[in-house]
């Protein structure tokens, strides 16, 4: 269903080097499983501590370097995950996944490519489908570990009994959990192609633009919904905007009310998006999702503490 994002090494250099050569892995995968580039880089620095925190013996006894970050990862993850529904029930309005712009290795998700470890973690994050913004909705439905059983095994690639290393249960029932979250993600959507989800992006970032809320409404699904994610910290609605011609109207008076306002075109999470900029700083981060010919959802992200890897993208 999906491609996987990085392959698993047969061995490892459990040296600094070797190491330090799965940064990169361990943030792809944090990051599907938090939908949050900066928690995903807190998952990776903490199973670093852990590593070193071993003495040189201990270390050197590791048969396998990768499976233990691996599982030392997936678990942290785990325990993010079931503590992050509390903090999402507390959040001021809708809470979403953080974007991911496309730079650096982004442009080719070179899985094979030498890392800086001082580069920006979103540099570190390969792109497939499995981070499109539609899928990390559909991720953050399931239990935690449903979330974690199905991106470990499915986008992963990782065998069950690795899997229930992680997550603390039998394979039998790792295998359950997968399967019911694939049902699901199955169940949520059917993606359109990249070709047509871009023309729709680019035809709305126009109308957009001129406020032309005929073409706007034309563009979106009758029973589209805009879902804006501000965290309470700057203004937007503390829920979805549901029906075709609302969302037009909504877009249109946005830019009415901001002189100045640059609309751009710009991959998010894999996909064609807009960023809205004003005097150069990114305030709005827009991901889409297309089926049958109209844009049926439209995620548009605004939280300042989401939008930091946009600063220079």
């Known amino acids: 269903m999906t491609t996987p994002s990085a392959p698993q090494p047969a061995r490892l250099d459990p040296g600094p080097a070797g190491i330090a050569s799965e940064r990169r892995r361990l943030t792809n995968l944090a990051y599907r499983l938090l939908g949050s580039l900066a928690d995903a880089e807190d998952v990776v620095q903490e199973t670093y501590a852990r590593w070193y925190a071993m003495s040189a013996e201990r270390r050197a006894a590791v048969v396998s370097p990768a499976g233990w970050l691996t599982k030392v990862a997936g678990r942290v993850c785990l325990d993010l995950l079931g503590s992050a529904r509390a903090r999402r029930e507390r959040y001021v309005g809708e809470w979403l996944p953080e974007p991911l712009p496309d730079r650096g290795e982004l442009f080719g998700g070179r899985a094979g490519a030498a890392v800086d470890d001082a580069a920006d973690p979103a540099d570190r994050v390969t792109l497939d489908e499995s981070v499109h913004m539609a899928f990390l909705v559909v991720l953050e439905s399931m239990t935690p570990a449903e979330r974690v059983a199905f991106v470990l095994h499915d986008v992963f690639r990782y065998p069950f009994p690795e899997v229930s290393e992680i997550v603390g249960r039998s394979p039998a029932a790792c295998r359950q959990l997968a399967s019911s979250a694939r049902r699901r993600v199955r169940t949520a959507r059917t993606p359109a192609s990249a070709e047509h989800h871009a023309g729709l992006v680019r035809e709305f970032r126009r109308a957009w633009a001129a406020k032309d809320i005929g073409a706007l409404v034309g563009l979106l699904d009758p029973g589209?919904?805009?879902?804006?994610?501000?965290?309470?910290?700057?203004?937007?609605?503390?829920?979805?905007?549901?029906?075709?011609?609302?969302?037009?109207?909504?877009?249109?008076?946005?830019?009415?009310?901001?002189?100045?306002?640059?609309?751009?075109?710009?991959?998010?999470?894999?996909?064609?998006?807009?960023?809205?900029?004003?005097?150069?700083?990114?305030?709005?981060?827009?991901?889409?999702?297309?089926?049958?010919?109209?844009?049926?959802?439209?995620?548009?992200?605004?939280?300042?503490?989401?939008?930091?890897?946009?600063?220079?993208?």
Request: net charge negative; aromatic share 4%; hydrophobic share 45%.
């Open 224 to 313: 589209a919904t805009s879902t804006p994610d501000s965290g309470g910290v700057v203004p937007a609605a503390l829920r979805p905007i549901v029906g075709g011609e609302e969302i037009a109207r909504a877009f249109a008076g946005v830019v009415g009310r901001a002189p100045g306002l640059e609309l751009l075109e710009r991959t998010v999470n894999g996909q064609l998006g807009v960023v809205a900029r004003v005097d150069g700083v990114t305030v709005t981060v827009l991901a889409f999702d297309v089926e049958d010919e109209r844009i049926t959802h439209i995620w548009a992200m605004r939280n300042p503490e989401k939008l930091r890897a946009w600063t220079a993208a």
